[in-house]
DNA sequence: TTTTTATCGATAAATTTTTCTCGATTACAT
DNA sequence: ATGTAATCGAGAAAAATTTATCGATAAAAA
């Protein structure tokens, strides 16, 4: 049903890479240099092969009785990703969600920054959050071709989602990270990342009900 | 290394259910009554065998050659994720994606409601958000145990993201939705569901490194 | 009424992902 | 120098998840 690459790699290591990441960026800033599958699965409460296949994707290697070098590893990642292309985004839907990508600074140290927003309501456009100016949504699609802009985050209500979408694509984007609570139809060789913060929220309360219910028990969860 | 409980629904299934909730709410206000598996896999790429087996988890039965009454398959989904008893949370960490949380109402479909912030920044303590005031963050632990409340939200930097969950389980929180990008360390009995914003644009990043490497595929990705 | 078709539920097969095992390697202690 | 312990990598085994198959059922068509 779904296509795949030749070489895929499992989705669930994908998104543990993040992970990952963050931790060992932490563990760097309190410094530590090495460090052992053993060490990060303790942390993270994951066990050690696991880690250890996930991080051998990226192409690392590390060294028996000794683990890895933190800072090799963070490149490792970050070349993996091709985090090191800084990618420019615009974002459509300047509500409080929008707001809160287009501030968060913290997405420049995965190689993604929004550099310009779009919006019809006419309270906000001409203003600037963060830096970034809010464009009227009738320049989109021509500065997305203009700027030869490939990724596009959607941020509005639900309802004007597809649309947004369609006016991305026009504009010859190919990846759209979708934070609308809604199905999005895309033409082929278009990819569509959908962020439903609700799904976070369902995986919690199901565990907490199931808690609640039966004892307890200890579970991290991601994502 | 994890402890599951006795029966447990496969991660990937809660994590689609949501994702067939908006799809099926749309589909409900579009004047639809009636909808097949095969329908939904139509619309939302998925097999519709694992359709099937999704929505059985929630405890619902289809009836052959027609399908599923919409209205009861939402019904049936709420009831399992237990979205009727409205659980009420608080958040910590008043910046942007604070706010966007607070400011969401699209939680309230799934019984989830915050109904206070903390932040120990004198310019916001006071201010009100989308109807929830800001108090001082030495408040949190107290009026934890005293609302009765069992879900917290942070939104706090990284550094501070510990801290607030260490005030929050001494006032009885069990389930935590992290949305910081660190590690919490918690006791036994309390659920962190970490959400990593970066993890869905890693994901997002990658496919589309793949994409342009490797020719054209097409690939609709969730979460 | 009978036949055809779409869809379901249940189960089996295939695939993917996780976990385990084991030999190899390196540091540290003796 | 030699032995011991920790950790790695690779591959095997186990578990979980997805996909396919098949008989049953209900609606629609003949």
Chains 1, 2 share one sequence.
Not at 29 to 50: A, M, N, W, Y
Request: aromatic share 8%.
């Amino acid at each position: 049903m779904i296509n795949k690459p030749e070489f895929s790699i499992p989705e669930p290591t994908l998104r543990r890479l993040p992970r990952y990441y963050n931790y060992l960026k932490e563990l760097l800033k309190s410094g530590r240099e090495i460090v052992s599958c053993t060490h990060i699965g303790k942390d993270l409460d994951l066990d050690p092969p696991q880690i250890r296949k996930d991080l051998a994707y990226t192409g690392i290697r590390g060294v028996p009785k000794v683990g890895y070098q933190i800072e090799v590893l963070l490149n490792s990642i970050e070349e993996f990703f091709g985090w090191n292309n800084m990618d420019e985004a615009f974002l459509v839907g300047v509500g409080n969600m929008g707001r809160a990508l287009i501030d968060y600074q913290g997405f420049r140290r995965y190689g993604f920054k929004i550099v310009a927003a779009f919006d019809n309501s006419p309270d906000i456009i001409g203003k600037t959050f963060g830096g970034v100016e809010v464009l009227p949504l009738s320049k989109l699609t021509n500065l997305c071709s203009r700027m030869n802009i490939k990724i596009g985050v959607i941020t509005t209500p639900d309802h004007a989602a597809q649309e947004a979408a369609d006016m991305m694509i026009a504009g010859g984007i190919i990846g759209i990270w979708n934070f609308a609570p809604a199905e999005i139809r895309t033409p082929e060789g278009v990819i569509v990342q959908n962020e439903n913060l609700a799904t976070g929220l369902a995986v919690l309360s199901k565990k907490l009900q199931i808690l609640k219910q039966s004892g307890k028990f200890r579970q991290e969860v991601d994502q």
